[in-house]
């Protein structure tokens, strides 16, 4: 990759082994040459799943075959190929899907069904299968419970760095741990970044329990992040629990209240592992040099709070102006009056870096800019708007808009 | 104005008198040196009027001005300026809308609330309103029927020509005249770009048939259009008719066939000029190298066809493809897709300049790049998009997403 490591990139941490899962990736010259582009992942036969999937209209044949394999509840395998998205390749798409889940599945031992699919690369050109499938048996032979990294970067297009975190919780007295890998959003050309995401745990959960929980968490991590509003046909998270770890029996069925006690500590390190990662995609969103988060208060709800602020994180106009290292306030005004949303120009509070600036409908009285300026530069920019309507509340994160992503996504297909 | 003509740029058509109307242009100094600044316009006693404005939440107070001055349905006179917005300015905002239109009135010897008021330019500034109501003497004193393209010029920020056009229509037997002025979408550091549209007409209406059709014109004209999806705070069209030809009385009272009939062709040619500016102002937008124009058909609904046509036009991923010449249709499908309206993959048919790429969920068959390929080089760029579903049909244009934009609006404010 000749692309220069993200300003904004951050180390890949330590990912210990998780009892149930075992990882490999190969080089199967699916796209790129000189790199591995295809991952297996095999999971202890009690594995649970869930997942959420794009809200593309358009999906990819790979997204139709998760959403039909889950309803199962049930994993043993995933397959993971970069390259080719395997997006509106038609029949050929399905079959592609078909054959090698069937080729994994036999590997593994178990229903096709129980394998799922994720592809990420060029849109609209027929995956190769049989490459893919000609590299499932080295990769069963390779499997290891220590191959994170190799995992990490075995999914990654343009990406400039692999993506991946680790927490742990307890569930009673026991300790089970949550890893996940990511990757996303750079480009592949000629294509719209991809966001995948697989984590895995070895708590023992019902399919319905984690469903819940993901459906929660990425409304609250992926969902409040936006490189540039456009949505990949291929987006997808996947959360898989081995029951490896020993705890306390967790009941299914939702809307149980001492479920909710016991999985309390569960959900809070879930959120923080989906967040860590959705973060981590947005530092290496295309061109990005600055993080930026926009804090929302005062909204008559959290639904409009979180409208109001992905309207500013999508905004060109204050993308380009973060770029620019201009804290301006007009821009966020716009933004937020675009949304659509209840606002009152003359209760609106706008501030950056912990500096209000606009406020009751005017600038700041003897507002100083030089605290914001300095702020500004930095490679973090917090963006904070105070509605003054009502106890509303979200967040939202975003990067800057810069020349690097029309580089990155205005040059013809080679 | 440093910034070099837009490629895409049009010459300004001979826009001749039209009875009612005198304008008037000065350089007050609000925020530009050496241009006009200040634009004037008288309109006959008898003049009625119609208007549009900004969705945004928070808009400028000459925004909140036209709105209830709008009430009244007549209309004498119109002050804009150019290099400040006067929004998000509070109190004083205000004080300048009815400071202005104070003094317009007494020269015009009308009530205030039929001088109607617009401004572009910087967010969050006081506007200077001494100055324009100092330069508003010498303004009368120019008033000219053949001032079309003082008054274009003087209502530019950093639009990079100037947008007028004409048309004539028939009302019976009795020819009458529209023309139009507007600005936009060129930007002034560090605001977002504002769409000002002023549509002048000799017939004599009634100020609710004006008011049915400027609303169903716009929506096909200018609510078509997109340079960046960010909404301006101070949008505004605003149609006058002087009512100084002699045709039949046009009743007043909507869902009247008689009358719909009697503005058929009048309808047509206000249409025809709303669309002209709105291309115009399209073709000027910031860093434009083409214009693009998307044609939806094969919807459910024509204004779910509209959604898709603008999801399109939105999308920075097609956008920057097409600045970079690529005729991407994998991110068109994606772009459809993300619309959230009704849509099937193996239904969706794209095609670019002409030839169907993508047809039944694939590539068309020995689909040959070479005709697509060289339509991508031109400076206009046609896109079609048939959904298979239904019969609904829309289209939208916009521009491509250049570096120009990130040039011209990621610049620190000077």
């Known amino acids: 990759m000749a692309t220069p490591v993200s300003p904004?990139?951050?180390?890949?941490?330590?990912?210990?082994?998780?009892?149930?899962?075992?990882?490999?990736?190969?080089?199967?010259g699916i796209r790129y040459q000189g790199r591995t582009d295809v991952v297996m992942i095999e999971l202890a036969p009690s594995t649970t799943v869930a997942g959420v999937f794009t809200s593309n209209k358009c999906p990819g044949a790979p997204i139709d075959w998760c959403r039909t394999a889950l309803k199962g509840g049930k994993a043993r395998g995933v397959v993971i190929n970069a390259g080719?998205?395997?997006?509106?390749?038609?029949?050929?798409?399905?079959?592609?899907?078909?054959?090698?889940?069937?080729?994994?599945?036999?590997?593994?031992?178990?229903?096709?069904?129980?394998?799922?699919?994720?592809?990420?690369?060029?849109?609209?050109?027929?995956?190769?299968?049989?490459?893919?499938v000609a590299a499932l048996p080295g990769l069963q032979k390779k499997l290891d419970d220590g191959a994170w990294e190799d995992a990490?970067?075995?999914?990654?297009?343009?990406?400039?760095?692999?993506?991946?975190?680790?927490?742990?919780?307890?569930?009673?007295?026991?300790?089970?741990?949550?890893?996940?890998?990511?990757?996303?959003?750079?480009?592949?050309?000629?294509?719209?970044?991809?966001?995948?995401?697989?984590?895995f745990t070895d708590a023992k959960l019902p399919a319905d329990a984690m469903q819940t929980m993901l459906r929660k968490g990425t409304d609250r991590s992926f969902n409040c992040t936006t490189v540039d509003s456009d949505t990949s046909t291929s987006d997808t998270v996947l959360l898989f629990a081995t029951g490896q770890a020993k705890h306390p029996r967790i009941p299914s069925g939702d809307g149980n209240n001492a479920r909710n006690r016991m999985l309390k500590d569960f959900a809070r390190a879930l959120?923080?592992?989906?967040?860590?990662?959705?973060?981590?995609?947005?530092?290496?969103?295309?061109?990005?040099?600055?993080?930026?988060?926009?804090?929302?208060?005062?909204?008559?709800?959290?639904?409009?709070?979180?409208?109001?602020?992905?309207?500013?994180?999508?905004?060109?106009?204050?993308?380009?102006?973060?770029?620019?290292?201009?804290?301006?306030?007009?821009?966020?005004?716009?933004?937020?009056?675009?949304?659509?949303?209840?606002?009152?120009?003359?209760?609106?509070?706008?501030?950056?870096?912990?500096?209000?600036?606009?406020r009751d409908g005017g600038v700041v009285p003897?507002?100083?800019?030089?605290?914001?300026?300095?702020?500004?530069?930095?490679?973090?920019?917090?963006?904070?708007i105070d509605l003054g309507l009502g106890r509303g509340k979200a967040t939202a994160w975003t990067c800057d808009l810069t020349h690097g992503y029309i580089d990155i996504n205005g040059s013809y297909r080679s």
């Not at 927490?167 to 000629?190: F, H, L, N």
């Not at 530069?377 to 904070?384: C, L, N, R």
């Open 271 to 358: 959120d923080e592992v989906l967040l860590d990662l959705a973060l981590q995609v947005i530092r290496d969103g295309e061109g990005a040099q600055k993080l930026v988060r926009i804090d929302v208060s005062g909204a008559v709800t959290a639904k409009s709070a979180k409208r109001v602020a992905m309207a500013v994180a999508n905004s060109p106009l204050v993308k380009t102006a973060i770029a620019g290292e201009d804290a301006n306030w007009g821009r966020i005004v716009m933004a937020v009056g675009k949304a659509g949303e209840p606002a009152d120009r003359d209760k609106l509070s706008v501030g950056v870096g912990g500096t209000w600036m606009a």
């Open 366 to 384: 003897g507002y100083d800019e030089t605290p914001v300026v300095a702020h500004m530069k930095g490679k973090e920019v917090e963006i904070a």
């Open 152 to 199: 990490a970067r075995g999914i990654m297009t343009t990406d400039t760095f692999p993506k991946g975190a680790t927490r742990t919780a307890q569930i009673g007295e026991t300790t089970v741990r949550i890893s996940g890998i990511a990757k996303g959003s750079g480009m592949i050309a000629p294509d719209m970044a991809t966001m995948l995401c697989f984590i």
């Open 84 to 132: 080719n998205a395997n997006v509106f390749t038609g029949k050929a798409g399905e079959q592609a899907c078909v054959a090698t889940a069937q080729a994994a599945a036999k590997l593994l031992d178990c229903p096709a069904k129980q394998v799922f699919l994720a592809s990420t690369g060029v849109i609209g050109e027929v995956l190769p299968h049989q490459k893919l």
């Open 8 to 28: 904004l990139a951050v180390a890949l941490p330590d990912l210990p082994p998780l009892a149930g899962v075992r990882l490999a990736a190969a080089a199967a």
